[in-house]
């Protein structure tokens, strides 16, 4: 940008609308001049002389009465075509005001066509100077060598506000928009035009660094995915800006372009709460939240929040993970207005003493067991402290729970309880298989539990993996080519498994629906083409990131099941079943846990896993391996 552009685009407010005045006093001027030339004649020296009153008075009128009519208060940029209806209604009255000085004042010769044409010749002049304006602007930032060139994916009213919003940014140059109508191609929105998907190549080329801005709220998820997979064929990076309220109200700045949602790499649509469902869970209730500061538990604290608890008792046995949650959920609730209760505890849920003290100081009607390990290879490496903490854990807690009357307690498992090849899904089944048998002889509190596959987001998804990877440009690191998962936000899993408590009936294993699996090869590769980079593969090997494929990690599976048995029956919730699956008799499964209870006392993961295999279905440890020394410690 040349320094006399950059001094006039830096001008402030004040002095740009003076310019504006000054142009429009001049223009006004010639206006005059011409039409008089036009209907008399160039004028003689002694006529000049009679009109200067006139020629110095008309030009200062002119910008009085523009201003009154509002012209000024339009920005540059911002000009369309309503700027005509503005610009149209002041020169008539312009023109109106001459006409009656010319009627009352006799002492000057003015033909009485000359406001006509004074009005007809300046319309045109004015305009035209506004064109030549937004143009010079536009210009002068879309010359700027650190302006960043967008194009919007979108033509509905939402792409439209997103240009008008665009305007006000000195960072970003809006090209024009996207749209895949063919009979929208070659139109033009705020002057942009608006392109076909085939030339989005054609626009690479024109446009280095072109990013894609995806304007599309209101359309499905599927509709997202399935835009999002059409422009990986170009070589540009997607993203969206912050929502239009938040720039409004000043919290975010248009230039803060963001990657795209990752429910929106999902390619699913979540479905709305049962908003009675919420209010017979949560409202007026105590609840008690173990786990609270991991991913799943802080997120149900969030909801609970926002559903006018009586309390919120939030656990958890790390003071970093609570301290987090506590200064999420606080500001969380501030910025809403949200008015809650919540007490944060520091206890380990294997703690009887501590978690019988907690029960019955604050007496929950609820209770959201998320309190786990869960990583599955640090699971394998700590074989006793994994038994320890989501199987025995879980027996001590469920056990106060129903001893002090507590109205729901509801397991939070996960799907890979199902056929577990690992030590974490092994010890998850086995908690459901307690649960399942509290039911049988605790009919003063419903127990159940809730399954469902990955969290998008949580920490131990692979999204923030990928997205740390692909920053620091990589590799990629992908365990296997062909593994699947099921993935879910964490806010849609946390709304399913609250509504999911009170559905039960009692025993219940609900099953959340997790729509079709992902290939996390897939994921990675959309990833990496979403950030504006390719795949360096040896089919493209001057590509920018590499993926690397590290082999199956101890335990792992290449897909997961959310199902044991067969014919799921649905609930009241389209996104909510339940599974017909086997329990083991109170006896049986009471003798059993009393063995893995010695065996950790004496640290015998060798004894403890042999009882784990004979408790859950088709468990076998590593499909009988040795087990690791430190296992053993």
Same mark, same amino acid.
């Given at each position: 940008?040349e320094?006399?552009?950059?001094?006039?685009l830096?001008?402030?407010?004040?002095?740009?609308?003076?310019?504006?005045?000054?142009?429009?006093?001049?223009?006004?001027?010639?206006?005059?001049?011409?039409?008089?030339?036009?209907?008399?004649?160039?004028?003689?020296?002694?006529?000049?002389?009679?009109?200067?009153?006139?020629?110095?008075?008309?030009?200062?009128?002119?910008?009085?009465?523009?201003?009154?009519?509002?012209?000024?208060?339009?920005?540059l940029?911002?000009?369309?075509?309503?700027i005509?209806?503005?610009?149209?209604?002041?020169?008539?009255?312009?023109?109106?005001?001459?006409?009656?000085?010319?009627?009352?004042?006799?002492?000057?010769?003015?033909?009485r066509?000359?406001?006509?044409?004074?009005?007809?010749?300046?319309f045109?002049?004015?305009?035209?100077?506004?064109?030549?304006?937004?143009?010079y602007?536009r210009?002068?930032?879309?010359?700027?060598?650190n302006?960043q060139?967008?194009? #919007?994916? =979108?033509?509905?009213?939402? /792409?439209? *506000?997103?240009? %008008?919003? !665009?305007?006000?940014?000195?960072?970003?140059?809006? &090209?024009?928009?996207?749209?895949?109508?063919?009979?929208l191609?070659?139109?033009? #929105?705020? =002057?942009?035009?608006?392109y /076909?998907? *085939?030339?989005? %190549?054609? !626009?690479?080329?024109?446009?280095?660094?072109?990013? &894609?801005?995806?304007s599309?709220?209101?359309a499905?998820?599927?509709?997202?995915?399935?835009?999002?997979?059409?422009?990986?064929?170009?070589?540009?990076?997607?993203?969206?800006?912050p929502?239009?309220?938040?720039?409004?109200?000043?919290?975010?700045?248009?230039?803060?372009?963001?990657?795209?949602?990752?429910?929106?790499?999902?390619g699913?649509?979540?479905?709305?709460?049962?908003?009675?469902?919420?209010?017979?869970?949560?409202?007026?209730?105590?609840?008690f939240?173990s786990?609270?500061?991991?991913?799943?538990?802080?997120?149900?604290?969030?909801?609970?929040?926002?559903?006018?608890?009586?309390?919120?008792?939030?656990?958890?046995?790390?003071?970093?993970?609570?301290?987090?949650?506590?200064?999420?959920?606080?500001?969380?609730?501030?910025?809403?207005?949200?008015?809650?209760?919540?007490?944060?505890?520091l206890?380990?849920?294997?703690?009887?003493?501590a978690?019988r003290h907690?029960i019955?100081?604050?007496?929950?009607?609820?209770?959201?067991?998320?309190?786990?390990?869960?990583?599955?290879?640090?699971?394998?490496?700590?074989?006793?402290?994994?038994?320890?903490?989501?199987?025995?854990?879980?027996?001590?807690?469920?056990?106060?729970c129903?001893?002090?009357?507590?109205?729901?307690?509801?397991l939070?498992s996960?799907?890979?309880?199902?056929?577990?090849?690992?030590?974490?899904?092994?010890?998850?089944?086995?908690?459901?298989?307690?649960i399942?048998?509290?039911h049988?002889?605790?009919?003063?509190?419903i127990?159940?539990?809730?399954?469902?596959?990955?969290?998008?987001?949580?920490?131990?998804?692979?999204?923030?993996?990928?997205?740390?990877?692909?920053?620091?440009?990589?590799?990629?690191?992908?365990?296997?080519?062909?593994?699947?998962?099921?993935?879910?936000?964490?806010?849609?899993?946390?709304?399913?498994v609250?509504?999911?408590?009170?559905?039960?009936?009692?025993?219940?294993?609900?099953?959340?629906?997790?729509?079709?699996?992902?290939?996390?090869?897939?994921?990675?590769r959309?990833?990496?083409?979403?950030?504006?980079?390719?795949?360096?593969d040896?089919?493209?090997?001057n590509?920018?990131?590499?993926?690397?494929?590290?082999?199956?990690?101890?335990?792992?599976?290449?897909?997961?099941?959310?199902?044991i048995?067969?014919?799921?029956?649905?609930?009241?919730?389209?996104?909510?079943?339940?599974?017909?699956?086997?329990?083991?008799?109170?006896?049986?499964?009471?003798?059993?846990?009393?063995?893995l209870?010695?065996?950790?006392?004496?640290?015998?993961?060798?004894?403890?896993?042999?009882?784990?295999?004979?408790?859950?279905?088709?468990?076998k440890?590593?499909?009988?391996?040795?087990?690791?020394?430190?296992?053993?410690?």
């Amino acid at each position: 940008m040349e320094p006399i552009q950059q001094k006039i685009l830096g001008l402030s407010r004040f002095y740009k609308r003076f310019l504006l005045m000054a142009n429009d006093a001049v223009l006004s001027f010639f206006a005059l001049w011409i039409s008089f030339s036009l209907r008399v004649g160039p004028p003689s020296a002694d006529y000049f002389a009679s009109l200067i009153t006139v020629l110095i008075a008309v030009p200062i009128v002119s910008v009085f009465c523009l201003w009154m009519t509002g012209l000024y208060n339009y920005l540059l940029r911002e000009i369309d075509l309503r700027i005509l209806n503005t610009l149209a209604f002041g020169i008539i009255s312009i023109a109106l005001l001459f006409s009656i000085f010319n009627f009352f004042d006799s002492t000057i010769f003015i033909p009485r066509s000359i406001p006509i044409i004074f009005a007809i010749v300046l319309f045109p002049l004015i305009g035209v100077s506004r064109i030549i304006g937004r143009w010079y602007y536009r210009q002068a930032m879309g010359l700027h060598h650190n302006t960043q060139p967008v194009v #919007i994916y =979108g033509t509905s009213d939402t /792409g439209i *506000n997103t240009a %008008a919003v !665009l305007d006000y940014s000195r960072d970003l140059y809006l &090209v024009g928009f996207i749209d895949d109508d063919p009979s929208l191609k070659g139109s033009k #929105i705020k =002057g942009r035009l608006i392109y /076909g998907t *085939n030339e989005l %190549a054609e !626009l690479c080329v024109r446009f280095p660094n072109l990013r &894609v801005l995806v304007s599309i709220s209101n359309a499905s998820a599927k509709r997202k995915h399935q835009i999002i997979e059409n422009l990986q064929a170009f070589p540009v990076q997607v993203v969206s800006i912050p929502p239009l309220n938040e720039i409004a109200d000043g919290t975010a700045r248009v230039e803060n372009l963001q990657e795209i949602d990752i429910q929106d790499l999902l390619g699913r649509d979540s479905v709305p709460p049962i908003e009675e469902l919420f209010h017979q869970a949560l409202q007026g209730k105590t609840v008690f939240v173990s786990g609270a500061g991991g991913s799943i538990g802080s997120e149900i604290c969030s909801q609970i929040a926002a559903n006018h608890p009586k309390l919120i008792i939030a656990v958890d046995n790390s003071e970093l993970a609570l301290y987090g949650l506590q200064q999420k959920l606080i500001s969380k609730m501030h910025e809403e207005g949200i008015e809650s209760n919540v007490e944060f505890k520091l206890a380990d849920i294997t703690n009887e003493i501590a978690v019988r003290h907690l029960i019955k100081s604050y007496k929950p009607d609820v209770v959201y067991h998320a309190a786990a390990y869960k990583h599955v290879p640090i699971a394998e490496k700590n074989i006793l402290s994994t038994i320890q903490n989501n199987v025995l854990g879980t027996y001590s807690f469920a056990n106060i729970c129903a001893e002090e009357k507590v109205r729901h307690f509801i397991l939070i498992s996960t799907d890979k309880a199902v056929r577990p090849t690992n030590v974490m899904g092994a010890s998850k089944r086995l908690a459901e298989l307690v649960i399942q048998m509290m039911h049988q002889s605790h009919k003063n509190t419903i127990f159940s539990m809730v399954r469902f596959g990955n969290v998008l987001g949580s920490s131990g998804s692979v999204i923030p993996l990928f997205r740390k990877q692909i920053e620091a440009g990589g590799p990629v690191t992908v365990t296997h080519p062909k593994v699947i998962r099921f993935f879910m936000t964490i806010t849609e899993a946390a709304q399913l498994v609250i509504q999911s408590g009170f559905i039960s009936k009692g025993g219940d294993v609900f099953v959340l629906d997790m729509g079709e699996q992902i290939t996390i090869d897939q994921l990675a590769r959309l990833m990496i083409q979403l950030s504006g980079k390719t795949v360096r593969d040896k089919d493209h090997p001057n590509g920018d990131i590499e993926i690397v494929y590290t082999g199956l990690r101890p335990g792992e599976k290449l897909y997961e099941e959310l199902l044991i048995g067969d014919n799921p029956e649905a609930t009241i919730h389209p996104k909510i079943m339940v599974a017909n699956e086997t329990s083991i008799k109170k006896p049986v499964l009471q003798k059993n846990l009393r063995s893995l209870q010695n065996h950790i006392a004496v640290q015998d993961a060798v004894k403890a896993i042999t009882v784990m295999e004979q408790l859950v279905e088709g468990f076998k440890y590593k499909n009988g391996k040795t087990l690791p020394d430190d296992s053993c410690n």
